[in-house]
C-alpha cells in the first residue's frame, strides 16, 4: 500500500506512547500486551520527530567469528542492502542481533546511518549495538540497547525474515511507528481510525489534566475530570 502524506503527518506529529493509546481506541477499547517493543533503549537522536515506515526486517550476529568466505559475506551484505532499499516508500530497519550475546559489535554508526539514509529508510531499531556518535547521520534515528566501540564479527545473516527485536515479533512490511520510548506495530486494518482515535486520546486525557492543574486540586475535581473523560468516545 501507499501512505498519504496527510496520514504520515498525522502519525508523526505525537509520540509513539499516543499510537499505542490511540490503537486501543481504534480497536473498540481492546488492550493488548504484544506488538510494541518492552525495555531500555539507547536513543541517537532523543529529540528527533517520530518515525513512521514499512518494516525492512534482517538478522546480524556479531560475536561469532566469520565462517564463511569473503564472497558469501559480501553477497549477503548486497543482499542486505537492497531489501533496504525504501524504493521511494517509508521504511525502518528492524534489525535482530541473533547472538547469545547481542550487541558485541555495532553493526550501525556512521558509515550505516548515512548508506541507509541515502537508500530512504527512516531508522532502525534493532537489539544489537551502535556507536559513532556525533558523527551518525542526521535525521536519520537509530534505537539499540547496546553501545560498542567495535563492529567485532559483524555479519548479515539473513534478510526480509520475521525477526524478534525488544519484545515485538516483526514481520517484512509490517508497519512501525517508532521514537525514543520504543516502537510499536500499526495494524493494517486501524490505520484509517487512527487519526480521528489520536483526537479522542487527547480529548479524554485533557480534562483530567486541565483539573490536576487547577489550585486546589482535590479528589472531588477528579473524579468530576474523569467522568467528563468517560464520556467521550
Partial sequence: MVLDQ??????TAVDTPTICNALEIANGGKRSNQGFTIGVFQCAHPNMKPILGFARTATIKTHSPYTDPPST????????????DSQGQPAIGVIQDTDDKPGTGAFWGEVHSHVLKGLGVKGVITNGSMRDFG???EDFQILAPVISPSHAFAQVVDVDVTVQVMGMTVNPNDLIHADRHGAVIIPISLLEKLPKSIEVVFAKERPIIEAARKTGFSFDLLKAALDVSEKIH
Fill in 6 to 11: 496527510v496520514l504520515i503527518d498525522a502519525l
Fill in 73 to 84: 559475506l559480501k553477497a549477503r551484505r548486497l543482499a542486505f542492502y537492497q531489501h533496504m
Fill in 135 to 137: 558523527m551518525l547521520a
